[in-house]
């Protein structure tokens, strides 16, 4: 019966007509069991490693989220006190053309006062030198 079960061109008995026990440990003896519980162990203890070295990713990359969450909302403060200084810089430059003005208008009765003191200077000679010769 042995041969019309066995397929054609095989030479030996099928899986199913072995005994258990000539079997070998990966098909299911004593010897499989534990060999697949110490399997079963290193896969767990795999996994589980696998989990621990994720949540310790995680929590490395929380904490550099926070740490980037903190330096960003240094920038931004330091950028609004940038940006405060910009606007009062740009307010003290809206004053300065008054200033400009006041300066020309100073430069101008400068220039003013110094003909005059130049007419006054000549008139002077000019009187020293009419009273010198009488």
């Known amino acids: 019966m042995a041969d019309a079960a066995a397929p054609a061109g095989s030479s030996g008995p099928s899986p199913a007509e072995t005994p258990r026990s000539s079997m070998g440990p990966a098909t299911g003896g004593p010897m499989a069991e534990a060999e697949l519980a110490k399997f079963y162990t290193h896969v767990g203890r795999l996994a589980e490693c696998e989990m621990r070295v994720l949540a310790e990713d995680w929590t490395f990359l929380g904490e550099v989220n926070a740490m ?32 400009f003005k006041l300066i020309d208008d100073l430069d101008g009765s400068l220039a003013a006062l110094e003909a005059a003191a130049v007419k006054l200077d000549q008139y002077s000679r000019a009187l020293e030198k009419r009273f010198a010769s009488q």
């Open 68 to 99: 980037h969450a903190a330096r960003f909302s240094e920038l931004c403060s330091d950028a609004d006190h940038v940006l405060r200084a910009v606007g009062d810089v740009k307010a003290k430059i809206a004053e300065l053309p008054e200033y």
